[in-house]
């Protein structure tokens, strides 16, 4: 399985600011993803983070609001602009098995940064 | 319509007993696969078991097997011996081949096990 780390795990953050989450995954993986859990509510998926081209963002949400850098295969960002306290959510960050192996089908999930604006 | 819906919002069961988390979902794409996740209170999303729809089995992982009813369209999850670590929210959620690989998502079932 693919081993995700999130940065931040948690942060207080002050309306108007942006806040940047970073992704690393322990191996090269092809398809990386972004969700947004609000409050007591099931995930939406944000964007697809491509390498080396743009997001793929999905109907709601743009890039001006939701910046993703995917500089290679192993690390993505997610930057939440201009924050307002509807944007306290979990921002999760989750990646494909390699399709080679045993787990290919599998999609495994970070640990989550949780974003509380004030 | 809901791509995935899960009617339970919330379930006790008593410790060391089976437990059963409903979820079915709706697609015309003849190939694509179904996910069991397990979020405790911090948050995290853990990946418990995965179900193709050609897979001839039903999936298992240790005490966690999907009871997967194609026709209906239903994938549930029983959960054996249940152990009070299990108290978290369970979702289920479906990847449609033509969709790529995201994952939609159900609402989720409070899971709360009792000593």
């Known amino acids: 399985s693919a081993v995700i780390s999130q940065k931040p795990s948690r942060d207080i953050c002050q309306r108007g600011t942006s806040l940047t989450i970073q992704c690393q995954v322990d191996s090269q993986v092809t398809m990386m993803f972004w969700y947004r859990q609000q409050p007591g509510q099931s995930l939406t998926l944000i964007a697809t983070?491509?390498?080396?081209?743009?997001?793929?963002?999905e109907s709601g949400f743009v890039i001006d609001k939701f910046p993703i850098s995917r500089p290679n295969l192993t690390f993505s960002t997610l930057t939440v602009s201009n924050m307002s306290p509807e944007d306290s959510s979990i921002y999760l960050c989750s990646v494909k098995g390699v399709p080679e192996t045993s787990s290919g089908n599998t999609i495994y999930f970070g640990e989550g940064s949780w974003l509380t604006v004030v | 319509a809901q791509k995935i819906t899960q009617t339970q919002p919330g379930m006790f069961v008593q410790e060391k007993e089976a437990v059963t988390l409903d979820c079915t979902y709706d697609t015309s794409d003849p190939s694509y696969g179904l996910f069991w996740y397990k979020q405790p209170s911090s948050g995290e999303m853990i990946f418990l078991i995965y179900?193709?729809?050609?897979?001839?089995q039903n999936a298992t992982e240790g005490r966690y097997s999907l009871n997967f009813q194609k026709a209906r369209k239903s994938a549930n999850l029983v959960i054996s011996a249940s152990q009070l670590g299990d108290s978290a929210m369970y979702f289920c959620?479906?990847?449609?081949?033509?969709?790529?690989?995201?994952?939609?998502f159900g609402g989720g079932t409070r899971l709360m096990v009792k000593p």
């Open positions: 959620a479906m990847r449609e081949d033509w969709a790529g690989n995201m994952l939609t």
């Open positions: 179900q193709g729809s050609y897979d001839q």
């Open positions: 983070a491509n390498q080396g081209s743009e997001a793929t963002y």
